[in-house]
């Protein structure tokens, strides 16, 4: 599993891909990335502290991710990130939560010294599909509402039984009101779900120009941060 790596075109940032505790909502349809987790802490910790000491702050930005949400880390590997935050001069971080951590956010910023984007992975505004579907455990009223804690999200696409009028109007609100955006697209794995081709073609053809936007990123794969995979432990 590779667990640094560093995003030299758009964004320019460290990344690293941690381990936590099980993810608090865990029932997402489409995901089987939670086998990262680990109930054993100290090795949660001990694992962290190794991917944490490659961090050289070459950008100055440094994104961390892991199998939940940022608050399931342990609370010593938090306390590294500070120290190496502080060691590298990294100006902004990048984190991840669940939808559910909403409220929380504004306290785990205390314990840093930088400025944080907190991004979450929405997948869709289609609420049917989000929570009958992908079992995201999401809502909320309007897109207003979620953009008033997180300025960066995630959507999901290219499953089957989602539609094209869901992904322009997906595409549109990201737009329209978030300052960052992750586009993922769905590839099969080991749930359920399924991928489906003809629609991801459909969005490479008709939304592939988003790549060119400097907010928005598009994983074709989703080991295009670098992060993740199948090879060797850290």
């Known amino acids: 599993m590779e667990r640094y790596s560093v995003i030299e075109m758009k964004n320019p940032r460290e990344m690293l891909l941690l381990k936590s ?4 909502w865990g029932l997402c ?4 990335y939670i086998s990262d987790n680990d109930v054993n802490v100290q090795e949660n910790i001990r694992m962290n502290k190794k991917v944490i000491k490659r961090v050289t702050g ?10 939940g949400s940022c608050m399931e880390l342990p609370n010593e590997t938090l306390s590294d990130i500070q120290a190496i935050v502080t060691e590298k001069a990294i100006e902004k971080l990048y984190f991840e939560a ?8 504004e306290a785990f910023r205390k314990r840093f010294t930088v400025p944080i984007v907190f991004k979450t992975g929405i997948e869709t505004f289609d ?60 590839q099969n794995n080991s749930t359920p779900i399924k991928a489906d081709k003809d629609l991801i073609e459909w969005f490479h053809n008709t939304y592939g ?26």
């Open 127 to 186: 609420d049917d599909f989000r929570n009958k579907v992908l079992k995201k455990g999401v809502y909320f009223n309007a897109p207003s509402e979620v953009a008033s804690h997180f300025e960066s999200i995630c959507l999901l696409v290219g499953i089957q039984g989602q539609t094209k009028a869901m992904i322009h109007r997906d595409i549109e609100i990201l737009l329209k009101n978030f300052k960052y955006g992750c586009i993922n697209i769905f």
């Open 29 to 32: 349809s489409f995901c089987d």
């Open 21 to 24: 505790r099980p993810c608090h």
């Open 58 to 67: 070459i950008h100055r930005q440094l994104e961390i991710i892991n199998s």
């Open 209 to 234: 120009a988003l790549e060119k936007l400097a907010n928005i990123e598009i994983l074709w794969h989703n080991t295009d941060f670098g992060v993740g995979g199948n090879s060797h432990e850290a």
């Open 98 to 105: 669940h939808y559910q951590y909403k409220h929380e956010l």
